[in-house]
């Protein structure tokens, strides 16, 4: 993870003094427009404040951007947790033809998951494996569409792990839920934007009992990333009012299976037992020659 | 869809009056042990039968594949269906670091959702959308691991229609919550190996109501495919006892955004609802400026 | 119903004028300290306010209650929504020995059974059914315990009728859910104390869709009560942290026997087609001749 | 519980010899038609047979039941099992006015917590708190309407024990979900007629993991009798097509008490943990002077 944990309007903030006189009519206008910014071309910015389009990349680098493309990328990035769904649904560039929708979307999970997998830092990985492996307890909490991902993790870390425990399941509130964690137990907070406050409050919750919390979130400026011990993000980028969990759950398909490498014996004996029940009591079709 | 439905030991049956001597023999000892083959290469198989290495790469393309690769893939779609949990454990390659975990994984994920994009049929797609958006009633039902796909996609569909359920939810059974379904309905059966059983089963009854099929499997040789009058495919191939339901939900993210931008309008009255509901009962973070 | 829906409190108000100097210090202290009077005898009660045991006997006649046992009845009903769980532990008497607890719990919940046949007004208990059978679509919420209510009622429910949806179920939201109720609709609200404060927010935004709103509840002191079109109670008491739940289910068993009554060709005809896939499909067991 | 474990036909076997000939004539007629005797009277079946009422009078007597009508009670227990929904809607008493149904259901239910009362042995209850007290972990275990007890017994439990799991929960299997269970778990099966296959085959797959079975059923003839260490049985008549649940409800209310009477502390402290969350979280509605 080389990005900073800097956000953008902090960085202008701070190399605000060195900035030349055109360079600072850019940063004011920016830090009062930041959404509208996000969407403008170089060009049409500088035309806004009232300088020419190469003082406006010259602004990008002296912010240590490698181009002004890159900035705005962060504005987008940056603004993304404060869009409403109706103001992304306006957004959402149209797509004209349904084929061309199909090509669109899932070149988008692509690009998603290609973006993840050179942002994931291999030591916070290894460390979050590890931190499961030597928990005495799992939870793993999600809410809304969130919950398919915490679900879908519970569903295979169940296979491998004594104790795993997806929340909320049942009736009992995630509070009530949570009410023996300690701090030999880890929770694995699963949010993408919008952020649920709930989530946020468990995990701040597991944290006054000394858990430990990993964080599996779309970026670094995540509020799940102020509170949680180790992070991992995953691009959940998409161009309508879904967001995409697709490079998501690819990252937790990773986890799972790194989980499961050092556990490879337990797993093989604890199929073979089910090999037998799920024979027994005809849960899956038979093998059709 | 090119790939032709007939399944490789099927086309073996068809093409075997016109091999050689020398091919009729891989031809035997592939139906007996093709299980075993998936798994050889060219010069290993042609070993165990007695012939040279080029015979088994003629043998291929005499059968219409590009080539022994590609006979060989198509072994190991074939079988998919028939191993189970622990002969898939056992056939998983070691993944030695934990770094390259992450990068096998993902990238086996960016090449199912590749694969996955080249092998969808647009018409078919296009087809189902009309058909989603058309139905009186939509039912989504997902089984073991399917599940949080058929949440996913009932999550979002619910936002676009008004009669939206995915089966089954609360305490009644597959076939109590079916029991209304009718000619005006489709069904969105959702199915990945293991094949759950349970969900054939309820397929079937909801064409015994005479409601459209939707199929949402791995392949052209999964049961779905047969009952289905519409069947997407999407790939869910993974080097270890998880099944990857990424390329699965990289599709049916396309197949939410298809099925919005028909009814954009009553999404965006919708959300703004909903905005004004989620501000006022406090479920998202708010903006933090 | 012939509970006036004044609470006590009004009622002291009301009467405040005409009654006598030493009453009206009874009064004012039970204004100010209901929820201790609430626990006291009678004597305890005039030793505190300095009146005889008899003012206190004659305040209660005042007030209308034919004797104090009642007034102070009335009084542990009305601070019941205020207590805590942990107030309600403290106060909960001790059970000595087990065999003593079992009686004791069912017979509590025998008495609250009787007192809810009593309460039960036929004239709503009728209106009640005849509004779930001409509803368009059937929406039951209940959360925390509740949440069991609402999902035994639509178990049966969804056997009689064609649209019944319990909220929330899968992962939606309680008001994503709710985005389509319409005046057509119904919505049964199941909330017991302490009540959720959700549940009623809910039912509040379905009333400004005009959907018709049905409460059942504890008691006339309510929350749901004020915004229920009918309302239907049933006693929960039960001397420890449990609500019970049983004269509540009870009465829902009417309500479902109610509703079947005006349905039986309909039910019949559902569970013929059922009984034949619940035995294709092996779902209980066999004849055990 | 003093009622044999034999049932009806097992005790006209094993009398047969001494029964006089008319008797005999009785014997076979029940044998073969027990279905039919169960809702006739003594005077029809004398009729039917072809011998005097007072005849049948003295073969109930013959028995060892105290009359006929103790006789024909059994019969309708035994046969309950084995009559499908639609039987049971065929013989339902037609209930004619709404505020019958009323009274008649929940005075049923009036009946059935009485009868659960009298027929509970204290030992057994005493022996089931002390059981699931002791436990390393508590399943619980209940399918379709039984869902809700199963619920409603870990909600409470949740508060008071460690270690709680309701199963199924979340999207694996009921078997996945007990893939740990061992000698020092105890698993509380709930099944109702007519009573769920799944839930007898896992509980005799905890059976074989050496689990402590604790059943909560209908009656001494429900097949869970059979596999459990202990059972609890509460009466769940209903002259319809639902099965109360009433008393079954009770049963486990006085369960719970009892259990947390044994950790009064514990779930004291518990709750004055969850009144801060709550209280900060806005979870339930606060106190409304």
Chains 1, 2, 3, 4 share one sequence.
Not at 132 to 151: D, F, H, N, Q
Not at 161 to 183: A, C, K, R, T
Request: cysteine-free; overall charge neutral.
């Amino acid at each position: 993870m080389k990005e900073s944990s800097l956000n953008i309007l902090n960085r202008i903030q701070l190399n605000y003094k060195k900035l030349s006189k055109g360079q600072r009519l850019i940063a004011d206008y920016i830090i009062n427009n930041y959404d509208k910014v996000a969407f403008m071309t170089a060009s049409k910015l500088g035309e806004k404040v009232g300088v020419s389009e190469s003082t406006v990349v010259r602004f990008a680098t002296a912010l240590g951007y490698g181009g002004y493309p890159k900035l705005q990328k962060e504005l987008q990035e940056f603004i993304k947790t404060k869009l409403t769904t109706v103001q992304r649904l306006e957004l959402s560039s149209d797509y004209n033809d349904e084929e061309d929708i199909l090509k669109k979307v899932m070149k988008a999970d692509v690009e998603n998951i290609k973006k993840t997998i050179e942002e994931t830092d291999a030591y916070v990985f290894q460390s979050v494996t590890d931190i499961i492996l030597e928990a005495k307890k799992v939870y793993i909490l999600g809410l809304r569409s969130s919950t398919v991902l915490a679900e879908y993790l519970g569903f295979y870390l169940n296979f491998i792990l004594d104790d795993v425990s997806v929340v909320p399941s049942g009736i009992n509130d995630v509070f009530d839920q949570l009410i023996n964690i300690d701090e030999k137990d880890v929770i694995i907070g699963i949010s993408f934007p919008r952020y649920s406050k709930k989530t946020l409050e468990a995990l701040k919750y597991a944290k006054t009992k000394r858990a430990a919390i990993i964080g599996i979130t779309d970026s670094n400026y995540s509020p799940i990333k102020e509170i949680a011990d180790f992070t991992l993000t995953a691009r959940s980028n998409m161009a309508s009012f879904v967001d995409s969990l697709v490079a998501p759950m690819s990252l937790i398909n990773a986890l799972i299976v790194g989980v499961s490498m050092k556990e490879k014996d337990k797993i093989t004996s604890t199929f073979k037992t089910l090999e037998n029940i799920w024979n027994e009591y005809d849960i899956y079709l038979k093998n059709r020659d």
